[in-house]
């Protein structure tokens, strides 16, 4: 029963994020309606986040469980926070890289259209520094 809730509240949230934002997406809705609808939604997912924070769901461990599993579960949230850094931040990098090369190649690419070999270099070269992140990510999960 409580793996049901831990997976229930979780669902609960994102579904009361994300169902005001249909109407708004389909245009359906628009101006102050629009705006208290997701002034709404947020506040909605804002207490369902609290509630999930403040009634934890799970069993009940004895004091030296606790400390050995805070101790591990620490170097592994530390871990899974680092992988999850890299990847952000490598993709971040990439995302800025490539805009600012692919409309430089398109339009190297529109006055010479020999330049496409060397255009497309650097827009791959943009790429790879989110390859190398998720890359370093993927050796950092390895290790946990």
């Known amino acids: 029963m409580t793996t049901f809730l831990m997976l229930l509240l979780p669902l609960a ?3 009361l994020l994300a169902a005001p934002l249909v109407p708004v997406y389909r245009g359906v809705t ?3 309606k629009a705006k208290r609808s997701v002034l709404a939604n ?3 997912f804002a207490g369902i986040f609290l509630i999930a924070l403040i009634l934890p769901i799970g069993g009940i461990a004895s004091a030296a469980e606790t400390t050995a599993a805070a101790a591990s579960g620490a170097a592994a949230g530390m871990g899974y926070l680092a992988a999850a850094l ?3 931040l490598s993709c971040l990098g990439a995302g800025i890289a ?3 090369a ?3 190649a398109i339009g190297a690419v529109s006055e010479d259209p020999k330049s496409f070999g060397k255009a497309m270099i650097f827009v791959v070269l943009g ?6 992140g998720l890359l370093i990510s993927i050796l ?3 290790r946990l």
Do not use: D, Q, S
């Open 140 to 142: 950092i999960l390895n």
């Open 13 to 15: 949230a994102l579904i």
């Open 102 to 104: 692919a409309p430089a």
């Open 86 to 88: 890299v990847t952000g």
């Open 42 to 44: 947020l506040c909605a």
């Open 30 to 32: 628009t101006g102050k």
């Open 127 to 132: 790429e790879g520094v989110a390859i190398y």
């Open 98 to 100: 490539v805009a600012a």
